[in-house]
């Protein structure tokens, strides 16, 4: 019992609060998490997501649950456990959260992707493994668009699908005039912009809500602007747009039409540096969430006041 109360304080006494440099326009303000079974600890937290009252929900991995927390990393809750049924799960690595506080879960090891209510009592579920409407073969990222439209990456099929919120199919979209097909994550901007992240060839892409290319940016590597095996994009408020460059243990900052900003992080365990950050999200008032895989825990970032820089 002792040595239980020991793991769960350690994984509560790990919120680091703070301020210190990141970037140039951002600054480290805090992390939790330590690599365990226990509330408030993970085992490859893959992904991170905010809901629409600030909720931080965290697709705890390899604990096969999602846990969720306030802003600033305080334990609220988790659901799911290891299983096939109804609300369980084997490898879920996305989360995402609609408007109305709806939490979505994309399971690659079950092809499928589950939903579940903002009180977190599971709702539905589609897909299995398969080519065909509204099956996968490795889902690995969920955007909503303006309308609640859910996409969701369908990684080894080389295509994205979309669904009404409940499930139902509506059409799919493959890449076939420029040839790139390993995406691995998508975020959508209020206005239907469409921002797709492809792993293996180190690129942005994005599109209008009717799917017609409107540019691209980055390329494999390690310099400013280029990408190496990324793992996640997202969108701010304003519109910029973040990569969890996973390979390159760090996040780059760019505006929407893909101009750099700014980048933070490099290999490490101390404040604002990561090891394989796979999951990003931002926050209505601009917090930046990075999934730090590698090291199982969650960072967060703001943006820098005119003291900070």
């Keep these: ?9 350690s994984c509560v006494l790990l919120l680091t609060p703070g301020l210190t440099a990141a970037g140039n326009d ?6 939790w998490g330590v690599s365990a079974a226990f509330n408030g600890c993970f ?10 009252e600030g909720i931080v929900y965290v697709a705890d991995t390899g604990n096969a649950r999602v846990q969720y927390f306030s802003p600033e990393g305080i334990f609220l809750g988790a659901f799911g456990s290891g299983g096939n049924g109804d609300g369980e799960f084997r490898y879920p690595t996305t989360v995402a959260v609609a408007d109305n506080g709806n939490i979505y879960v994309a399971d690659i090891y079950r092809d499928d992707v589950q ?17 065909g409407p509204g099956e996968f073969h ?12 859910v996409f969701v990456v369908d990684y080894n099929n080389s295509r994205i699908q979309y669904f009404k919120p409940g499930g139902e199919y509506i059409g799919e979209w493959r890449c076939k005039e420029f040839r790139y097909t390993d995406f691995v994550s998508i975020a959508i901007t ?3 912009i469409i921002y797709l992240l492809n792993n293996t060839s180190g690129k942005v892409m994005y599109f209008d809500a009717e799917w017609e290319f409107l540019g691209s940016w980055g390329k494999m590597g390690s310099g400013l602007g280029e990408f190496l095996y990324p793992g996640d994009i997202a969108v701010g408020p304003n519109g910029d747009v973040f990569v969890a460059d996973n390979y390159n243990h760090r996040v780059q900052h760019f505006t929407a039409e893909g101009s750099f900003v700014s980048a933070w992080g490099n290999d490490g365990l101390g404040p604002g540096e990561f090891h394989y950050p796979a999951g990003i999200a931002v926050a209505a008032d601009g917090t930046v969430y990075v999934a730090d895989t590698g090291n199982g825990r969650i960072q967060y970032f703001r943006p820098a006041a005119p003291d900070d820089k």
Excluded: C, H, Q, R
């Design 1 to 9: 019992m002792y040595k239980l109360l020991i793991n769960f304080l």
């Design 26 to 31: 951002y600054v480290y303000a805090g992390s």
């Design 43 to 52: 085992n490859i937290p893959y992904d991170v997501a905010v809901g629409p």
């Design 115 to 131: 939903f579940f209510s903002k009180e977190k009592e599971f709702v539905g579920k589609w897909g299995g493994p398969g080519k």
């Design 138 to 149: 490795g889902p690995a990222g969920i955007a909503f668009g303006p309308l609640g439209t």
């Design 190 to 192: 209020a206005e239907g």
